[in-house]
């Protein structure tokens, strides 16, 4: 039985969560200036790098980069939306971009190559 905690999908969306909380704590550091914030920023750094080359490592690079990054763009835009209420700040165009890199995410996970 293959061990879950190293599936790549699982990496992938473990890659995507850390480095959305590295950008929404880079941000909030930004905002308020906190020590604990950016050391901790600093230190979930490492982990998305790591954890993008194991996902590289079982997809590829070109795969591997359209779906992290896909998430990693998608990730912080929920947070936003979410949880600082940014939804009055995007206009129509960027809610279509948003709706797309959502719809190009769908794809690349569900019409991926076999053996994947």
């Known amino acids: 039985m293959k061990n879950l905690l190293l599936s790549p999908w699982v990496a992938v969306v473990l890659c995507a969560t850390l480095s959305t909380l590295a950008d929404t704590l880079g941000t909030v550091w930004w905002e308020k200036k906190q020590s604990i914030v950016l050391v901790a920023t600093l230190l979930l750094a490492p982990l998305v790098f790591l954890s993008f080359g194991y996902v590289g490592s079982h997809f590829g690079l070109a795969q591997a980069s359209s779906l992290t990054n896909s998430l990693i763009v998608a990730g912080p ?40």
């Open 77 to 116: 835009i929920l947070v936003g939306i979410l949880f600082r209420q940014e939804l009055g700040q995007l206009s129509p165009v960027q809610i279509i971009g948003i709706s797309l890199i959502v719809a190009g995410i769908t794809l690349l996970a569900v019409f991926r190559p076999s053996g994947t």
